[in-house]
Structures are given as structure tokens and as C-alpha cells.
């Protein structure tokens, strides 16, 4: 019986130290990744690239990383039996700075890049695995968006960012739309997409010797209804005419949640 006793106390005690060390053991945030996909409701290939968006956002599949999920429409495909009511020839601009930095002979959809740092065909779902793990790995400067509100067809928001090199960026996305498409390569199927890309906006650049912040408003479209927003902030480094480069932090915010 004594024994038996002493026993249960040396289990009580191995499970108590357990639980300390457990409780000591510091708490690991999600790594921020960053994942554009360049898309267009008149290009065939893209709505599977679409839905794979989704499902990282949604499903949030590899270990250890936030997958902030950005659906960029370009305009390149508007005269070809379909125009993209998401297009905007500023993110065609942008794809095109892309293709420049990787050196493309020339752009495509549906093409996603993660971090700024890797572009392969937008529906490969491993080599989306891959490049998100990989960005895990690097350094990061953090970002965050705070006091978001979205009313009277105007998104506020507070931005900071740490100190470093780069430009701020903050995005205002739609959480969700759809289409019924009536012509063109994907006429007759009702297209969904995610986080899609209602404006984005230069902020400022970051110092090197202090910390990023700045209190933002943006006007929204009469059409956008601010209940279906998302907000993203990222910090990236820039060339000539802002040019893209590898992102160096991001974090995404939902207005009144």
C-alpha cells in the first residue's frame, strides 16, 4: 500500500512539472506570407487557381504561417468577350513590374507569387506549400492595423510597422464576390473569388531609425458594401517607380470583428 502511495505521488509530481514547463514554454504567432494571385474572370485557367485561393485561405494549410490572400484582376483579358467587373489596369501595371523583376518574356494568368519573392502558375497548389513554407524562414518586420472601422463609404485604420527599409502598403479587398459570367472562355459559369482587390495604396516609406505609423482614410465606392471588407497592410521593398519587390511584412484586419 506504501508503495502504492508513493507511486501516485511521484505521477502527481511528473505530471505537475509537465504542466510548468509546458506553461513556461513561449507562445509562437503565425508568420504573416503574403500570396497575390493575378487573375481574370475571361481566362479559363484561372478559376481553379481562384478556388485554390480560397482554400488557403480558408483552410490556412501550412503549419506555422498566416496566409494573407490577395486576388489581383487585371484588365488585359476585358477585350476578349468578358470585362472583369474586378479589373483594374493599375494591378495589370503591377503584374507587369512583377514580370519585369522575374524577367518574363511576358505576363500570364493565372500566375501567384508569395511574398514577393517567387511567381509559378497559380492553380499549382505544391509549389504554393512550398514557397509559403519557405517563407516562413526568412526575416520579417512586423506590421499591424488597428482601430478599423468601415461606415459611410469610408475605411480608417491605424498602420504601424517596424523600422527597416521599404514602402508601407494597405489594401481595401472585398471578402467575397461573385459573378455570373455571360461570355467569353468561361461563359455561363458563376465565378467566386476571394479577397478581392478594391484599391491598393502607397502610405509612406519606413525609416530606419524608428518605428512606422500613420493613421489612414480611404474613400470607398458607393457600390462596396463595408460589412464585405478586408483590410491588408504590407511592408515591401521597392525600386525605380516602385517596383516590386520581396515582401517584408504583412498583417490583415477585419473591419468590426
Given at each position: 500500500?506504501?508503495?502504492?502511495?508513493?507511486?501516485?505521488?511521484?505521477?502527481?509530481?511528473?505530471?505537475?512539472?509537465?504542466?510548468?514547463?509546458?506553461?513556461?514554454?513561449?507562445?509562437?504567432k503565425p508568420v504573416p506570407v503574403l500570396v497575390e494571385l493575378f487573375t481574370s474572370e475571361g481566362c479559363s485557367s484561372c478559376p481553379p487557381a481562384d478556388q485554390l485561393?480560397?482554400?488557403?485561405?480558408?483552410?490556412?494549410?501550412?503549419?506555422?504561417?498566416?496566409?494573407?490572400?490577395?486576388?489581383?484582376?487585371?484588365?488585359?483579358?476585358?477585350?476578349?468577350?468578358?470585362?472583369?467587373?474586378?479589373?483594374?489596369?493599375?494591378?495589370?501595371?503591377?503584374?507587369?513590374?512583377?514580370?519585369?523583376?522575374?524577367?518574363?518574356?511576358?505576363?500570364?494568368?493565372?500566375?501567384?507569387?508569395?511574398?514577393?519573392?517567387?511567381?509559378?502558375?497559380?492553380?499549382?497548389?505544391?509549389?504554393a506549400r512550398e514557397n509559403i513554407m519557405k517563407a516562413i524562414t526568412q526575416p520579417a518586420i512586423p506590421v499591424e492595423i488597428s482601430s478599423v472601422t468601415a461606415q459611410d463609404r469610408e475605411v480608417k485604420a491605424h498602420?504601424?510597422?517596424?523600422?527597416?527599409?521599404?514602402?508601407?502598403?494597405?489594401?481595401?479587398?472585398?471578402?467575397?464576390?461573385?459573378?455570373?459570367?455571360?461570355?467569353?472562355?468561361?461563359?455561363?459559369?458563376?465565378?467566386?473569388?476571394?479577397?478581392?482587390?478594391?484599391?491598393?495604396?502607397?502610405?509612406?516609406?519606413?525609416?530606419?531609425?524608428?518605428?512606422?505609423?500613420?493613421?489612414?482614410?480611404?474613400?470607398?465606392?458607393?457600390?462596396?458594401?463595408?460589412?464585405?471588407?478586408?483590410?491588408?497592410?504590407?511592408?515591401?521593398?521597392?525600386?525605380?517607380?516602385?517596383?516590386?519587390?520581396?515582401?517584408?511584412?504583412?498583417?490583415?484586419?477585419?473591419?468590426?470583428?
Open positions: 500500500m506504501r508503495k502504492a502511495v508513493s507511486t501516485l505521488h511521484f505521477a502527481i509530481f511528473v505530471l505537475f512539472g509537465l504542466s510548468v514547463h509546458a506553461a513556461d514554454l513561449p507562445s509562437t485561393l480560397q482554400e488557403l485561405d480558408r483552410t490556412q494549410p501550412v503549419a506555422g504561417a498566416q496566409i494573407i490572400v490577395l486576388s489581383e484582376h487585371v484588365d488585359y483579358w476585358d477585350s476578349l468577350g468578358w470585362k472583369d467587373p474586378y479589373s483594374s489596369h493599375s494591378l495589370t501595371e503591377r503584374q507587369s513590374a512583377y514580370g519585369d523583376r522575374f524577367k518574363l518574356a511576358s505576363v500570364y494568368t493565372p500566375q501567384m507569387i508569395v511574398d514577393g519573392e517567387a511567381e509559378f502558375t497559380g492553380g499549382n497548389e505544391q509549389e498602420v504601424e510597422a517596424g523600422a527597416g527599409s521599404g514602402s508601407v502598403f494597405i489594401v481595401v479587398a472585398l471578402n467575397h464576390a461573385e459573378s455570373q459570367v455571360l461570355h467569353g472562355e468561361n461563359g455561363g459559369h458563376r465565378l467566386s473569388h476571394v479577397a478581392v482587390v478594391e484599391s491598393m495604396t502607397k502610405i509612406g516609406n519606413l525609416d530606419h531609425h524608428k518605428n512606422f505609423a500613420k493613421d489612414v482614410e480611404l474613400k470607398l465606392p458607393q457600390a462596396v458594401d463595408p460589412s464585405n471588407l478586408r483590410i491588408i497592410a504590407f511592408v515591401q521593398k521597392t525600386g525605380f517607380n516602385d517596383s516590386p519587390g520581396n515582401v517584408l511584412g504583412s498583417a490583415l484586419a477585419l473591419p468590426g470583428r
